[in-house]
């Protein structure tokens, strides 16, 4: 990964900002400056990301056409893909540690973990893989737990959304998110998050 996000402290001196932008450049990477915030630039900004596409897969949207709609709008992996890569067992302590800003509607992710769901590294979360393969493939069973728990939270169905709209719903959290850390000063500038997204998480420059 090319992104290297640099956290300044209240109390960080200018010299050492200095010295880790070197270095950063020195180990050919891009330094990105954040303030010291839950989930600095990136993870911050992924967390809403996250709710969204949950959001969407609790109204009946299968996991596989968001992350398909996403790929097609030009980003390297879909949101549920990328899920199942990190662990589900790590979205499900960061939920704990911070439930207001990972939050969602349902227990879904409490329930994958549970099950002991926790994507590739035990064959199962959101997709299932085969004979400890990397390839995920649509997993009724995710269904049928995404569709008792959005019962049980009261969420309707409404599984009709266009890719456009799922598009429109994952970057718009995106931008939201973003906005809000330019708004508290988690990051100083609207390209820093920019040059976040393009080297840290795959967002499509063009």
């Known amino acids: 990964m090319k992104l290297l996000e640099i956290v300044r402290g209240r109390d960080t001196s200018p010299e050492t900002i200095a010295t880790a932008i070197k270095l950063a450049k020195t180990l050919r990477k891009v330094g990105v400056l954040s303030a010291n915030a839950f989930g600095f630039i990136g993870n911050r900004m992924l967390f809403d ?9 609790e109204e009946g949207v299968a996991p596989e056409r968001v992350d398909r709609a996403m790929r097609d709008f030009g980003m390297a992996m879909g949101p549920f893909a990328m899920f199942d890569l990190s662990g589900l067992d790590v979205f499900w302590h960061i939920q704990q540690s911070n439930p207001a800003v990972t939050a969602n509607r349902s227990a879904i992710v409490d329930r ?5 769901r926790f994507g590739q590294k035990s064959g199962a979360g959101f997709y299932r893989y085969e004979n400890g393969g ?6 009724p069973v995710t269904i049928e737990l995404l569709r008792e728990e959005a019962a049980t939270a009261g969420i309707a169905p409404h599984p009709d959304v266009s890719d456009a709209e799922i598009v429109r719903r994952l970057v718009g959290a995106l ?4 906005a ?16 976040a997204y393009v ?5 499509p420059p063009y």
Request: charged share 30%.
């Open 134 to 139: 990397r390839e995920p493939l649509p997993d």
């Open 49 to 57: 990301y996250a709710r969204e596409a949950i959001g969407l897969a």
């Open 175 to 178: 931008g939201s998110a973003g």
């Open 112 to 116: 994958l973990y549970r099950e002991r």
């Open 180 to 195: 809000e850390l330019l708004r508290t000063g988690v990051a100083l500038r609207p390209g820093d998050i920019d040059i």
């Open 199 to 203: 080297y840290g998480y795959g967002f």
